[in-house]
């Protein structure tokens, strides 16, 4: 028989032991159900991968029919997803490697830094012709080689803006990081993963969501390119919503609109907006009425057992500062600016090899080029150069029209607090939708009015070129120093006076930025701007992006060739002698830091 002492402590163990229990399995079920929704989307991705690359492997076929039908939609949102993110992948270590190159060595900065200006002017259609006969060349009897050159030309729009983040900020690491790296005596690997790396995070990441957009906007380009009579079509959402608008298919072209809003808004829930939230920890300065950024995602990610475990496991081992600080006999050598050639070590060997190799490389296509020209005739000539300055118009009337609206609207959101927060992601979207997809739209509007295309090309083009002053003036007015506004409000300051003493000063550097961007992005939309494909019919506008296209379709390389190498004179040309001389005053006149 119990003792009443134990009688009396048994509904009280049983209570405890219960609660205990109780919790134990709450706390786990929704521990556990977090990975288990990991797992079921971590298999799902395995099984996708797997689909991805039957369709890569797979068997060459001269023709491919799309399925116009939305259950179809799934798949291809699917594979241009994949393309997509591949083509990142690559851009992120061109990247890396492109701009720790020119920022480290001084010598080849001086040729890699110009010739990635005249790259990001080069059109897609300019390289993909060959580009597309050597990939078919090499892989004849498998879908490789086409699903390379679609990778190679998203790609293409979406690495330079990285590069030139990731450079400018290699280049602007304070000294004293600087110092403190030679302190503890990094070696280039720990310098790179715990400095230069992490501080040219937050602009990367930021730039990474630029690019993916400018990738986006040649996707029915690089996914329904064809060559003659040679169809290099790929199944993909851009190769859907071609097709749909070759044969005119209203409600299949607005199931290819909501699968790419979808699939934009996905990416940034699920990757860009966790990444902008988990970079915060590498923000250098200090802000203390800064509101702090959250991703439902990220915390979700947080939350699972799993990858704490890996976390756990793969955690570097702390190191104390005892450790960490060099022996008190050996001294500390002052970090001084090194040249190429005065450092040690295999880096300067393999950067002057590089370098040659570099040089060898544009020779051997000078010299290609310079056959392709000497089958272009003079009147030739004569009308590229005539279409170049027409589509040079077109281009600067699509910037200062898109800076018309973009000024006071990237104002008022980036002035507002409240109202960035409402408004950015879905000009994120905006700016991420391939502005290809909504021509037959904007055609058929001006069809209506009785506009030809030799105007309503700049319609088309500021549907591309717009996003890039929006987005730099937003950020240029979140970083007007709040007590400059409070002396403007203290003084008075207002309206016209307050725009043209206050804001326009403040986000002037900001505003140049976005304008050579949008120019560069609308040198490029000429190409679809200017030759427009709608149910079946080809509308053309005199331009030397309609030039190009032509070219590519027939198979022309002289005449491609030299549209390509006249563009890019021009772009360059314009922006030695226009951007370079606003980007001067930028930072002489109106920058907030001097």
Same mark, same amino acid.
């Given at each position: 028989?119990?003792?009443?002492k134990?009688?009396?402590?048994s509904?009280f163990?049983i209570?405890k032991?219960?609660?205990e229990?109780?919790? #134990?399995?709450?706390?786990y079920q929704?521990?556990?159900?977090?990975?288990?929704?990991l797992?079921?989307?971590?298999i799902?991705?395995?099984?996708?991968?797997?689909n991805?690359?039957?369709?890569w492997?797979?068997?060459?076929r +001269?023709?491919?029919?799309?399925?116009?039908?939305?259950?179809a939609? +799934?798949?291809?949102?699917?594979f241009?997803?994949?393309r997509?993110m591949?083509?990142?992948i690559l851009?992120? !270590?061109f990247?890396?490697?492109?701009?720790?190159?020119?920022?480290?060595?001084h010598i080849?900065e001086?040729?890699l830094?110009?010739m990635?200006?005249?790259?990001q002017?080069i059109p897609?259609?300019?390289f993909m012709?060959p580009?597309?006969l050597?990939?078919?060349a090499l892989?004849p009897?498998?879908?490789?080689?086409?699903?390379l050159v679609?990778?190679?030309?998203?790609?293409?729009?979406?690495?330079?803006?990285?590069?030139?983040? #990731?450079y400018?900020?290699l280049r602007?690491?304070?000294?004293?990081l600087?110092?403190?790296?030679?302190?503890y005596?990094?070696n280039?690997?720990?310098?790179?993963t715990?400095?230069e790396?992490p501080?040219?995070?937050?602009?990367l990441?930021?730039?990474?969501?630029m690019s993916?957009?400018g990738?986006?906007? #040649?996707l029915t380009v690089?996914?329904? #390119?064809?060559?003659?009579?040679k169809?290099f079509?790929?199944?993909g959402?851009?190769?859907?919503?071609s097709?749909a608008?070759?044969?005119?298919d209203?409600?299949a072209?607005?199931?290819?609109?909501i699968a790419m809003?979808?699939m934009i808004?996905?990416?940034?829930?699920?990757?860009?907006?966790?990444?902008?939230?988990?970079?915060?920890?590498?923000?250098?300065?200090?802000?203390?009425?800064?509101?702090g950024?959250?991703?439902w995602?990220?915390?979700?990610l947080r939350?699972?057992?799993?990858?704490?475990f890996?976390?756990?496991l793969f955690?570097?081992?702390?190191?104390?500062?005892?450790?960490a600080m060099?022996p008190?006999?050996?001294?500390?050598?002052?970090?001084v600016?090194?040249?190429s050639s005065s450092r040690?070590g295999?880096?300067?060997?393999?950067?002057i090899?590089a370098?040659v190799g570099?040089?060898?490389?544009?020779?051997f296509?000078?010299?290609k080029?310079?056959?392709l020209?000497?089958q272009?005739s003079m009147n030739?000539w004569?009308?590229?150069?005539?279409e170049?300055?027409?589509?040079?118009?077109?281009?600067?009337?699509?910037?200062g029209?898109?800076?018309?609206?973009t000024?006071p609207?990237g104002?008022?959101?980036?002035l507002?607090?409240?109202l960035s927060?409402?408004?950015q992601?879905?000009v994120q979207?905006?700016a991420?939708?391939?502005a290809p997809?909504?021509?037959?739209y904007?055609i058929f509007?001006?069809?209506?009015?009785g506009i030809?295309l030799?105007?309503?090309?700049?319609?088309?083009m500021?549907?591309?070129a717009?996003w890039?002053i929006?987005?730099n003036v937003?950020a240029?007015?979140?970083?007007? +120093?709040?007590?400059?506004?409070?002396?403007a409000?203290?003084?008075g300051?207002?309206?016209?006076?307050r725009f043209t003493?206050v804001? !326009?000063?403040?986000i002037?550097?900001?505003l140049?930025?976005g304008m050579?961007?949008?120019?560069?992005g609308?040198w490029?939309?000429?190409?679809v701007?200017?030759?427009?494909?709608?149910?079946?019919?080809t509308l053309?506008?005199?331009? !030397?992006?309609?030039q190009i296209?032509?070219?590519?379709?027939?198979?022309d390389?002289?005449?491609?060739?030299?549209s390509?190498v006249v563009m890019?004179l021009?772009?360059?040309a314009?922006?030695?002698s226009v951007?370079k001389?606003?980007y001067?005053?930028?930072?002489?006149?109106?920058?907030?830091?001097?």
């Open positions: 028989m119990e003792s009443p134990k009688q009396q402590e509904p163990h209570k032991i219960w609660g229990a109780t919790g #134990f399995l709450t706390r929704k521990i556990w159900w977090i990975d288990l929704v797992l079921f989307g971590l799902g991705l395995i099984f996708g991968m797997i991805v690359a039957g369709e492997t797979g068997v060459h +001269p023709t491919i029919d799309i399925d116009l039908s939305p259950w939609l +799934p798949k291809y949102t699917f241009s997803l994949c997509g591949i083509a990142y851009s992120l !270590l990247t890396f490697a492109y701009g720790y190159w020119a920022a480290k060595d080849a001086k040729v830094i110009p990635l200006d005249i790259l002017s897609v259609l300019g012709p580009l597309t050597a990939m078919v892989f009897n498998s879908n490789i080689g086409l699903e679609a990778v190679i030309m998203i790609f293409t729009g979406q690495d330079w803006n990285m590069t030139f983040s #990731f400018q900020s602007s690491i304070p000294q004293y600087q110092e403190a790296a030679a302190v005596r990094f280039w690997f720990a310098k790179a715990k400095l790396i501080f040219s995070a937050i602009g990441i930021w730039n990474s969501m993916m957009a990738g986006w906007f #040649f690089s996914e329904s #390119f064809q060559l003659g009579d169809d079509r790929l199944p959402l851009g190769s859907y919503m097709v608008n070759d044969k005119g209203g409600t072209k607005l199931f290819g609109v809003i979808l808004v996905c990416l940034d829930q699920l990757l860009w907006r966790p990444l902008v939230v988990w970079g915060q920890k590498f923000r250098v300065e200090e802000g203390g009425g800064e509101e950024m959250t991703s995602f990220l915390d979700f939350s699972s057992q799993i990858l704490q890996f976390q756990n955690k570097p081992k702390q190191i104390t500062s005892t450790e060099p008190a006999d050996k001294p500390v050598v002052p970090v600016a090194q040249s040690s295999f880096g300067p060997i393999i950067s090899l370098f570099l040089l060898g490389l544009m020779g296509g000078a010299w080029i310079i056959l020209f000497s272009v030739n004569i009308l590229i150069v005539s170049a300055l027409a589509t040079l118009g077109r281009v600067l009337v699509a910037v029209l898109s800076a018309i609206w000024i609207v104002l008022w959101i980036g507002s607090p409240r927060r409402i408004a992601p879905f979207v905006a991420s939708f391939p997809m909504l021509f037959s904007v509007v001006m069809h209506l009015m030809p030799n105007w309503g090309a700049i319609a088309l500021i549907l591309g717009q890039y929006l987005f937003m240029g007015a979140m970083a007007i +120093p709040s007590d400059l506004l409070e002396a409000r203290m003084y300051i207002t309206g016209w006076q003493k804001y !326009l000063p403040g002037f550097p900001y140049v930025t050579v961007t949008s120019a560069g609308t490029n939309a000429s190409i701007a200017e030759y427009v494909t709608d149910k079946g019919q053309t506008a005199f331009g !030397l992006g309609s296209s032509e070219a590519a379709a027939k198979a390389y002289p005449m491609l060739a030299a390509v890019s021009m772009v360059v314009f922006n030695r951007w001389r606003l001067r005053l930028a930072e002489e006149k109106y920058s907030l830091s001097k």
